[in-house]
């Protein structure tokens, strides 16, 4: 299986497969296959990298930049992301229940709200979790490291 540098010179230029493909002269799908991993011949690479404005040999990824590695603060940084992704996630489907509890219980049984019962209650897992999320983000873990090298230090 062959790697090319293609997708993040695409999306350096913020093109999609498909900008590319057809600023390239290629078809969608050739783009795709070549981005999965497909071996290309060299008049498609040579198309690829006109388009891009590298040379070809540009395009050929080298093993250390293949398997580049992220720094603690990207990892950091994309952790966090991916948590702020789901609380929003959750908020959505909060809502969107939300709303059909308080719609079912409106049109059931409107003298009693059983449904703001439910909804508390999911209201209270959602602060929680954006509490944790957007306010301690990384209390715990940093308390760890220092209690770590704290007790690393003591040893003889």
């Known amino acids: 299986m062959q790697k090319y540098r293609i997708r993040p010179l695409r999306l350096e230029k913020g093109w999609s497969q498909e900008q590319l493909a057809t600023i390239a002269g290629l078809s969608t799908r050739t783009v795709q296959r070549i981005e999965n991993g497909e071996q ?6 040579t198309a690829i990298a006109a388009a891009l404005g590298v040379q070809v040999s540009d395009l050929n990824a080298q093993p250390q930049q293949a398997m580049e590695e992220e720094t603690p603060d990207e ?3 994309r952790r966090q992301v991916a948590a702020e992704g789901k609380l ?3 908020a959505v489907r909060f809502a969107v229940i939300g709303v059909m509890l308080f719609a079912i219980n409106w049109f059931t049984h409107p003298q ?3 449904s703001l019962w439910a909804i508390g209650g999911m209201s209270l897992a959602l602060v929680m979790r954006a509490v944790r999320t957007l306010l301690l983000r990384n209390v715990f873990s940093r308390w760890q490291e220092q209690r770590l090298a704290h007790k690393l230090r003591r040893l003889p």
Request: glycine share 0%.
């Open 88 to 90: 929003l996630s959750m």
């Open 75 to 77: 990892q950091r940084i």
């Open 40 to 45: 290309a011949s060299l008049e498609t690479l």
């Open 112 to 114: 009693y709200l059983w």
